[in-house]
């Protein structure tokens, strides 16, 4: 199974960025979804996750308020639309799947994963 997360670039802190994370359809089918990121010298940290119906989700504190994450059963994608950017959300960004369809922000219940993309906030 194989994922593709493509949308990172740089931006100046305030700025918007959208993230996208493509698999197949039947990549999709029953499977929650989340995103996670990793800061130079930092570890893993969620960012946020979906459950396989939407539209219901789960967000780090670091990002509430200011990140939205959203799929396309349709399309196979899904997505992280990311507002207010700061320097602090500098880091490699990875979409995951989990063979469940329930909502999980722990990355060791994601069974497969997609390569990063990368962000950078300047200040």
């Known amino acids: 199974v194989q994922l593709q997360a493509s949308g990172g670039g740089s931006v100046q802190a305030g700025g918007s960025l959208r993230l996208s994370c493509t698999g197949s359809?039947?990549?999709?089918?029953?499977?929650?979804m989340g995103w996670f990121r990793q800061a130079p010298g930092k570890e893993r940290e969620s960012v946020a996750a979906?459950?396989?119906?939407?539209?219901?989700?789960l967000y780090a504190d670091s990002v509430k308020g200011r990140f939205t994450i959203s799929r396309d059963i349709v399309k196979g994608t899904v997505y992280l639309q990311m507002n207010n950017l700061k320097p602090e959300d500098t880091a490699v960004y990875y979409c995951?799947?989990?063979?469940?369809?329930?909502?999980?922000?722990?990355?060791?219940?994601?069974?497969?994963w997609g390569q990063g993309t990368l962000v950078t906030v300047s200040s």
């Open positions: 995951a799947g989990r063979r469940s369809a329930g909502i999980s922000m722990s990355a060791t219940t994601y069974n497969y």
């Open positions: 979906i459950g396989w119906g939407g539209p219901a989700a």
């Open positions: 359809q039947r990549t999709f089918s029953n499977n929650a």
